[in-house]
């Protein structure tokens, strides 16, 4: 059965950091690129960052560059999103998904999807 179950959600000050984690089960995890997404409420889900299989590669969207940070531990079949500086624009409901190839921005080329967790970022 597959499983992607995200942690590490909550409450924070503005400015503050957080570590999301997903761990993974039922597929070949160390063969998928990973994504990290994002939806506030009222908004349309939003691409975060990807890493590749191995990786050695990452991307991130305008919207986070600089202040997120995306890695995974094969071993551990766990994909991390490192948030830093944080704002009240980051509160959202942040998702993990597993890609069906390589890194992409559009939702279609993730096959599996976690079920979300809640970051709220407020004083």
């Known amino acids: 059965q597959v499983q992607l179950v995200e942690s590490g959600g909550g409450l924070v000050q503005p400015g503050g950091s957080l570590r999301l984690s997903c761990v993974a089960a039922?597929?070949?995890?160390?063969?998928?690129?990973m994504g990290w997404f994002r939806q506030a409420p009222g908004k349309e889900r939003e691409a975060l960052s990807c890493?590749?299989?191995?990786?050695?590669?990452?991307d991130f969207a305008d919207s986070v560059k600089g202040r997120f940070t995306i890695s995974r531990d094969n071993a551990k079949n766990t994909v991390y999103l490192q948030k830093n500086s944080l704002k009240p624009e980051d509160t959202a409901v942040y998702f993990c998904?597993?890609?069906?190839?390589?890194?992409?921005?559009?939702?279609?080329?993730?096959?599996?999807w976690g079920q979300g967790t809640q970051v709220t970022v407020s004083s």
């Open positions: 998904a597993a890609a069906r190839t390589g890194c992409s921005y559009a939702e279609v080329s993730y096959e599996y």
């Open positions: 039922g597929f070949t995890f160390h063969t998928r690129s």
């Open positions: 890493i590749s299989s191995s990786g050695q590669s990452t």
